[in-house]
């Protein structure tokens, strides 16, 4: 399936969030392989672009698709089994990915047995949409058979091979790149009003009584400093699920405040956002890295601890550790340059800029490119196998209604036909109780377990 001259390359990207899907199709559009074939600086065909959702509590509604802003040439959602049909159907050059870990390795072994014994196929493509912090050897084994593993930095890179040589895998997949939503103009100065923005996180800090505390310390900052704008900028609206299950919104905990004039929740992309941010304050958001990049001053809390568990354990030795007293009292944090340029971000400045981010996905495409043009690519081999792992493979397999071989369970959802209209009524109102269940009644269950 090369590339080709007088067609653009067609892609697809399988998604289970919201977050993944902005990662997965804004890769997808940077490592497009060039009409050039094997040239990381050929003209470059504008890929068609399919879109996949993967049924799940965090596929993305409408409007957290439209605040993504990423368009597709078609977006369509799918259980496991019916997105494996649709790989049967529609030739790619490239698919990307961009799923939790055990839904990548559910992928892989289904990929591996619908293209068995065929003499060509896509490039496969995975990868991470953020800082890796936990469970490092787990989602990286997880992925592992894809053609292409990315890293987001030159140590993201590192780590990757290591493990993956530590364990006997094969570690040439490993390929750095960068996070591909960074960009935006370069911070220039104050702007009128100074613009403090909190970058909420889903599930973390996790419980109530944490995540009460910043709110108040964000409350507390905007009613010292009245002459600043104190935006708290969250990701979903209640009822809505991203990466990870937000079960006390921070919606529903500012409503027990009574917060002054100039603090206000923001929603909308995180780079328009950015285009007015004089301080970027978060625990451990990837909107840190996207705010270094652009040189935005930026604050990663330690309130809480410098914690695994809260992921700011990542930014030790960036400079960018500090505590709301310390803000307060007007403290503006300078980054360490070469942690910065550890991470991949601030390189150069913006994508059109001529530093390092604006050629970091060139190795990948080059490499993508080569692996087309050879033709006949290998079958995909994971590392987890019912002989590697048979007391963990078959489990990951079953909750995408797959079996061992990677074939389809009986009784899965049917994978030869678009659900009726009556099926898709029963999917939504599913997803509604279960969401409810997540934000409203287990929450209940827990505290009477704490009486």
């Not at 310390?326 to 991949?344: C, F, I, K, N, T």
């Not at 150069?348 to 490119?369: K, L, N, Q, V």
């Not at 797959?402 to 898709?424: F, H, M, N, S, W």
Request: proline share 9%; glycine share 10%.
């Amino acid at each position: 399936m090369p590339s080709s001259t007088a067609n653009p390359p067609r892609i697809a990207v399988l998604a289970d969030s919201d977050t993944r899907w902005k990662w997965g199709a804004l890769t997808a559009t940077r490592i497009a392989p060039s009409r050039e074939a094997g040239s990381g600086s050929g003209t470059h065909a504008a890929p068609v672009l399919d879109g996949f959702l993967l049924r799940g509590r965090a596929t993305p509604t409408p409007r957290q698709l439209a605040e993504v802003g990423v368009h597709a040439d078609s977006l369509t959602e799918v259980t496991a089994p019916e997105f494996l049909r649709a790989m049967t159907r529609t030739p790619y050059d490239v698919l990307v990915l961009a799923l939790v870990g055990g839904g990548v390795q559910a992928i892989l072994h289904g990929l591996k047995r619908i293209w068995e014994g065929r003499a060509e196929r896509p490039v496969v493509v995975t990868g991470y949409v953020g800082v890796v912090y936990e469970k490092l050897a787990d989602g990286l084994l997880l992925r592992h058979g894809a053609d292409l593993v990315l890293a987001n930095s030159r140590q993201d890179a590192e780590r990757f091979r290591a493990v993956y040589e530590g364990v006997g895998a094969d570690a040439s997949s490993v390929t750095e790149v960068a996070l591909p939503f960074l960009g935006g103009d370069p911070y220039t100065g104050e702007h009128d009003p100074y613009t403090v923005v909190f970058a909420a996180q889903p599930s973390v800090p996790e419980n109530r009584r944490d995540r009460a505390y910043l709110l108040d310390r964000l409350v507390r900052h905007a009613r010292l400093h009245p002459e600043r704008e104190v935006l708290l900028k969250l990701r979903s609206k209640p009822g809505e699920h991203t990466t990870h299950i937000e079960e006390l919104p921070y919606q529903k905990l500012v409503q027990r405040l009574d917060p002054p004039p100039n603090l206000r929740l923001v929603y909308g992309n995180m780079g328009e956002v950015l285009d007015r941010t004089d301080l970027m304050v978060t625990v451990s958001s990837t909107a840190a890295l996207e705010s270094l990049h652009r040189r935005v001053p930026t604050v990663v809390l330690t309130d809480l601890g410098v914690r695994e568990a809260l992921g700011n354990h990542h930014f030790v030795g960036s400079g960018c550790l500090a505590s709301w007293d310390q803000l307060d009292a007007g403290h503006r944090p300078v980054p360490d340059e070469e942690w910065v340029a550890r991470q991949g971000v601030a390189a150069g400045g913006p994508p059109s800029g001529t530093g390092s981010y604006a050629t970091a996905f060139d190795a990948a495409r080059e490499r993508i490119a080569g692996l087309l043009d050879a033709g006949g690519l290998p079958p995909l081999t994971p590392y987890y196998t019912p002989v590697t792992a048979p007391g963990y493979l078959p489990g990951i397999l079953a909750r995408h209604h797959l079996g061992p071989d990677g074939g389809p369970l009986p009784g899965a959802p049917a994978a030869d036909r678009e659900p009726g209209p009556v099926r898709q009524i029963v999917r939504r109102a599913a997803r509604g109780a279960y969401r409810h269940g997540v934000q409203r009644v287990a929450p209940v269950i827990r505290r009477m377990g704490e009486l």
